[in-house]
Nanobody
Framework: QLQLVESGGGLVQPGGSLRLSCAAS????????IGWFRQAPGKEREGVSC????????KYAESVKGRFTISRDNTKNTVYLQMNSLKPEDTAVYYC????????????????????WGQGTQVTVSS
């Protein structure tokens, strides 16, 4: 059974850092493009970052560029989202999602492109 499990969320002060993890089971992440998304109360889900399966290219939303970094550890079958310089507007439930990789197709920040989703982890940035 294909499963994604996020962890690493929590409460952090503005300017602080968190590292989210997305652990996969039942499939090999290396063959999938992975996206991180977030949804704040009353707002639509938005794409934050993604990692293309084959050659590892990445993409970031303008709101997180320079602050967030996506990475993948194939030995652990896990994708990470390192979040630095956090702001109150980063507060949301964060989800990871996966879609089977297609050669030469770059990852996307559109949630409609992803087939498998984790349950989410809450990130709260507040003083």
């Amino acid at each position: 059974q294909l499963q994604l499990v996020e962890s690493g969320g929590g409460l952090v002060q503005p300017g602080g850092s968190l590292r989210l993890s997305c652990a996969a089971s039942g499939f090999t992440l290396e063959n999938y493009s992975i996206g991180w998304f977030r949804q704040a109360p009353g707002k639509e889900r938005e794409g934050v970052s993604c990692f293309t399966f084959s050659f590892g290219s990445t993409k970031y939303a303008e709101s997180v560029k320079g602050r967030f970094t996506i990475s993948r550890d194939n030995t652990k079958n896990t994708v990470y989202l390192q979040m630095n310089s956090l702001k109150p507007e980063d507060t949301a439930v964060y989800y990871c999602a996966a879609v089977r990789g297609v050669l030469f197709r770059l990852c996307t920040l559109s949630s409609y492109e992803y087939d498998y989703w984790g349950q989410g982890t809450q990130v709260t940035v507040s003083s």
